[in-house]
């Protein structure tokens, strides 16, 4: 059965009081970001990251500080390279952060300048996480009463360690072929210290449908699983 090899990366940066760890998953998603500055110690996860890439590095960034209150908006970017995994298990990198502060828009604008900047260099380590593969998916469209048809997903996938977290989205928007499911695999790695033994963990998907699907594909890489039905 067809199976997806994928790494995920975890980064260790720090500087000028500032650490940083964040962890990128399989897919190449900012899966978690954890700032400590001081005895600020804060940690995002999944939307609350926003990840884009340009040809100056990949930027993570977070809002530290919402403007409620008449308060400023304060954001923090991590700028870091991309990464090619190898043979190491981890690779020393330099990064850097940016904080950035908008002023209160309470009142409108004024004048003169809306934001300041801080930067400061970080450096540190990315480490690799091992080859891992998914397999044995199954698909089924079960439409046994009394409860209402579901369509069920599910795979094993074979980690480096122990922590490791795999989960299935639906994609949107669709593909062209509306009986063909596509489903996002989101990988996500663990950020505490996890004991180094190979793991199996199960990635699952439900949803309520009468849509007959013929398939479902598992993004980014397949494999295209065909959909068995449970009358």
Known sequence: MAATTVKGMLFELSGEGIEIELAIDGNGNADRLRYRSGEEDREFSGEEISLTVSEDGRRATVLLESGAADG??????????????????????????????????????????????????LSGTVSCAGDYTCHDWYASHDHMPPEPAVLRVTGTCTLPTEGYKVELYRHEPQGINP??????????????????????VEARYEETTDVEYDT????????????????
């Open 72 to 121: 400023p908006i304060v954001r923090f970017t991590v700028i870091f390279p991309q990464v090619i995994p190898g043979d190491e298990k981890s690779f020393e990198v330099s990064a850097a952060g940016v904080r950035s502060t908008q002023r209160s828009l309470f009142g409108g604008p004024r004048p003169g300048p809306q934001e300041s900047f801080e930067a400061v260099t």
């Open 179 to 200: 009986k063909d499911l596509l489903l996002d695999k989101v990988v996500i790695a663990p950020v505490d210290p996890v004991t180094p033994v190979r793991t199996d």
């Open 216 to 231: 479902v594909t598992i993004l980014p890489d397949g494999p295209s699983i065909p959909v068995e039905e449970v009358q």
